[in-house]
């Protein structure tokens, strides 16, 4: 069975704190996603890796930032925190090649105080 | 913007097969049709894809139009469990990092 889990599934920060979310994967899978998903404006990405120590933007990328040391492993770093980061966080991975479907952790509901 | 067009919700009496439709009549002769699902406050769960033909799972099944412009995704046996926001999506074959763009979907209710 795939998996891609978070490391916290709900998490109250306050403004100016710097954030860690961490996302794993047991799948072997080249391709790692960070989404956030708002209501009303779906599904925005904010970093994609494509590779270990490789990252590409999303749509979204300002005030984030990403670190892939490990094939299974892809942080989302919030530099300093701010309330219009509050969201649900959705991490993906998927297979590099032709039709690879995206697996999607649980999520991570961010609240910024 | 989502490429696909879904009612916004719908109603399904438990053990009833569920018939969600989707409409992606722009799609490319090289995407795949996606679905999945988000139960409430959880992460979209993949149910099935296909290209052309229709596929069936342990899940559910996915029937195609002849002209692709079209598809309906089919839980043969509703369940309380399967009421959850339902996403089309149609992506590219050859990609590797494509992004997801989910439209609003359908709001499926399973009722008992």
């Known amino acids: 069975d795939v998996k891609v889990t978070q490391s916290s599934r709900y998490l109250v920060k306050r403004t100016g704190e710097k954030v860690f979310l961490e996302c794993v994967q047991d799948?072997?899978?080249?391709?790692m996603f960070w989404y956030r998903q708002d209501p009303g404006l779906g599904l925005r990405l904010i970093y994609f890796?494509?590779?270990?120590?490789?990252?590409e933007k999303g749509d979204i990328p300002e005030g984030y930032s990403v670190s892939r040391e490990k094939k299974e492993r892809f942080s989302l770093i919030l530099e300093s925190a701010s309330t219009n980061q509050t969201s649900m966080y959705l991490c993906?991975?998927?297979?590099?090649?032709?039709?690879?479907?995206?697996?999607f952790g649980p999520g991570t509901r961010l609240t910024v105080l | 913007d989502a490429k696909t067009t879904q009612p916004p919700s719908m109603d399904c009496a438990e053990g009833r097969a569920a018939n969600l439709p989707c409409n992606h009549s722009?799609?490319?002769?090289?995407?795949?049709v996606y679905w999945y699902r988000q139960i409430h406050s959880q992460g979209p769960q993949y149910i099935i894809h296909?290209?052309?033909n229709n596929e069936t799972n342990e899940m559910a099944s996915l029937i195609i139009t002849e002209d692709r412009k079209s598809s309906t995704l089919i839980l043969p046996h509703a369940t309380l469990r399967d009421t959850a926001v339902y996403y089309c999506i149609v992506r590219p074959a050859t990609s590797g990092t494509y992004k997801y763009i989910f439209g609003t979907g359908t709001r499926l209710k399973v009722l008992a």
């Open positions: 799948m072997d899978h080249e391709n």
């Open positions: 890796s494509y590779d270990v120590k490789m990252k």
């Open positions: 993906a991975s998927s297979r590099t090649g032709g039709g690879d479907t995206q697996y």
């Open positions: 722009t799609i490319s002769g090289n995407e795949y």
């Open positions: 296909g290209l052309k």
